[in-house]
């Protein structure tokens, strides 16, 4: 339940917010319906070798340089061979019987795309215990909700081959597919799911916008410059799918820091005033001063501490008192331009305030 708990939470920051939310776990019935119907097609069939057995075949069938398919043997056993297996304490893992030929589908990511079924091993639908892997629920219930678009990774093309006939076979059209490119890490290592310092929640808890981290994760590996998006909906018309790269996609953790940055520079008051608050800096003369100093919302909190210790949120006598040269600092009120934020404004203005006062070096920018 904490995982599923997460990922609902891990959906929520991000801005995705689901159509319908189903749990396999309540849906077997459904699934065992379809078992029995593959069965009673003649489509669904026990196997009996242990693992170690089946290792052993495709180490063979490698060594004499041969794909390491399985070789269907459980379909020749007789009654009697099976209930001697059975006898012996082996319960069946149960085979999806592929049919012959390929199947091939004009990918949104990638073309059209081709796979021989006959490359690949009938797969296991069901272990030995009696639970189903991935891949037969996921095609009862694509059919079920009517799915029309499945979107993920590459490295699941050759799955998608397998799923079409399994659609086939329990009466079901398939749906369109999208295989992207994979991300991974700097070093080249693919990047994980479980690799918990870029998990969702890792990131969250680092101070990560979540569209900084959703606008890396899409844009990176398309032909789209990497720019963060206001929202989901913006980023989902910023990118389609035939404009993801063949090649894998590099997550940098400088880029999402760089993405990170720009959109806090953006934020507005109203966004942050309530976590300003917590630090008694609910001021919008003051986010509006030092955001752009931030890569992280929390940065504000020390940037707060020497908000407090200049005696601000507005410039008064008291903030005087902190100077060490009162002259000074009314010299430099005096000499401060209409426009500080124009271009070259600092510099005529710590000329002007040389000149003024006879301060230079660190006298000045010291002070400043």
Same mark, same amino acid.
């Given at each position: ?193 479980? *690799? ?5 929640? $890792?990131? /969250? #808890?680092?101070?990560? =916008?979540?569209? !900084?981290?959703?606008?890396? %994760? ?76 931030? *890569? ?5 909190? $020390?940037? /707060? #501490?020497?908000?407090? =210790?200049?005696? !601000?949120?507005?410039?008064? %006598? ?51």
């Amino acid at each position: 339940q904490e995982f599923a708990d997460q990922i609902a939470t891990d959906m929520a920051w991000l801005g995705i917010t689901p159509h319908e939310v189903a749990r396999q776990s309540e849906r077997l019935a459904e699934y065992d319906a379809a078992a029995d119907a593959l069965r009673a097609n003649g489509l669904l069939y026990p196997c009996y070798e242990t693992g170690e057995e089946l290792e052993r075949k495709r180490a063979l069938q490698r060594a004499r340089g041969r794909p390491p398919v399985y070789d269907r043997a459980a379909l020749s056993l007789t009654d009697h061979e099976r209930k001697a297996l059975e006898a012996e304490g082996r319960q069946p893992h149960w085979r999806f019987k592929l049919p012959d030929g390929e199947r091939t589908w004009v990918d949104r990511c990638r073309g059209e795309v081709t796979v021989p079924l006959g490359t690949v091993s009938d797969p296991i639908l069901i272990r030995e215990d009696g639970s189903y892997l991935y891949t037969l629920p996921s095609v009862v219930d694509d059919i079920a909700f009517g799915i029309s678009l499945v979107i993920r990774g590459e490295d699941h093309v050759t799955n998608s081959g397998v799923q079409i006939a399994l659609f086939e076979a329990l009466g079901g059209t398939a749906p369109a597919f999208a295989h992207h490119n994979l991300l991974t890490r700097s070093d080249g290592e693919p990047l994980s799911k479980r *690799d918990n310092p870029l998990s969702i929640r $890792a990131l /969250a #808890e680092a101070g990560y =916008e979540p569209m !900084a981290v959703a606008s890396l %994760a899409v844009l990176v590996g398309t032909s789209k410059p990497i720019a963060p998006q206001p929202d989901i909906a913006a980023l989902a018309d910023a990118v389609a799918l035939q404009d993801v790269s063949r090649g894998p996609a590099m997550f940098d953790p400088a880029e999402l820091r760089r993405l990170n940055s720009a959109l806090v520079h953006e934020l507005a008051f109203e966004a942050v005033a309530s976590e300003l608050a917590t630090f008694d800096a609910d001021s919008a003369q003051f986010w509006q001063t030092i955001r752009g100093n931030l *890569d992280f919302r929390a940065d504000a909190k $020390a940037w /707060a #501490e020497r908000w407090h =210790e200049m005696g !601000a949120p507005h410039y008064s %006598a008291d903030a005087r008192s902190h100077i060490a040269d009162p002259a000074f600092f009314s010299a430099a009120l005096s000499a401060l331009p209409a426009d500080v934020g124009g271009e070259g404004a600092f510099k005529a203005f710590s000329n002007d305030l040389k000149a003024a006062t006879g301060a230079k070096g660190k006298g000045l920018f010291m002070q400043l």
